[in-house]
C-alpha cells in the first residue's frame, strides 16, 4: 500500500506561527515560524527604500546642478575700473539662457533666452513690465556662445574693451500688444508673475520726437555686446 501525501496546517488562535507536517515525519523539523519570515522581509523592504532614498538624495543636487552652469563676464577699462558686471545661467537640458545683468547701484535687470520656442524675454529693473521679442539669427548666434562655454565648463570671462563689438538695436513697444500669458512657456511666466507683458519689434531708431526709455547691455563671449534700447511707439 502506497503512502499518501497529507499536507496539514495547525494555525493556534494565539500565535501568527503555524505548523507544516508530512504525514509519517516529525512536526518539529517542518516547523515554519511566519513571524521570523515576515520580520526578515519587512527588513529586507526597508533596507530597499533607504537605498532608493540615499541615491536620489544624492543623484537629484548632481542633476540639477548640471542642468543649470553659471557663467560670469567681467570687463574692466584701462584704468582697471569695473565696466561690466553680469552672469548667466545656462540650463541645457531646457534650452534657457538666464542673463542677470547689473548697472548703476546695483540695479539687476533679467533676459532670459528661450531657445527652444525662439523668444527673448526682458524684465528691467524698475519697471512694471516684461517685453517679449521673436530671436533672429545673430541672437542664436550670440547665445550659441554661451552654451557652448557651458559645455566647456567655462565658468569667467574677461572681455577684453579693445577686441569687444558693441553695437545698438532699438526695440519698440506698442501697448496694444499685450501677450496673451496663457500661451507662453513655465519659465517666461515665472519671470513675469504678475507682470504684463508686451511684444516688442526691432525698428530704425527713435528719432528726435521720441524719448529712449531705458537701455539693456548684454555681453557673450563671442565679444560682441548688444545694448537693447526701447521706446514706446506712437498708437
Known sequence: MGHRLVRCWNLPEATLEGECCLNGGSSASRHIPKKTLCVSVSASLLLVFLALGLIGHLGLPQQHS???????FTSTDPFGVLLLNQSAAVDQQNGLVT???TAGA??????LFDIKHGLICYRPVHQESCFLLTMETSDYENVQ???QASVNKQSQFQLSVNETQRHTEFLGVRAASQADVSTLEEPLKLLCRDSPIYWTERVEGPGK????YFCIDICFPNNICVSMCFYYLPE
Do not use: A, D, E
Not at 106 to 111: A, E, K, Y
Not at 209 to 212: A, C, E, K, M, S
Open 66 to 72: 548640471q542642468s543649470s552652469q553659471p557663467v560670469k
Open 145 to 147: 556662445s554661451v552654451l
Open 209 to 212: 520726437q521720441r524719448l529712449v
Open 99 to 101: 542673463f542677470s545683468v
Open 106 to 111: 546695483n540695479q539687476t535687470s533679467t533676459v
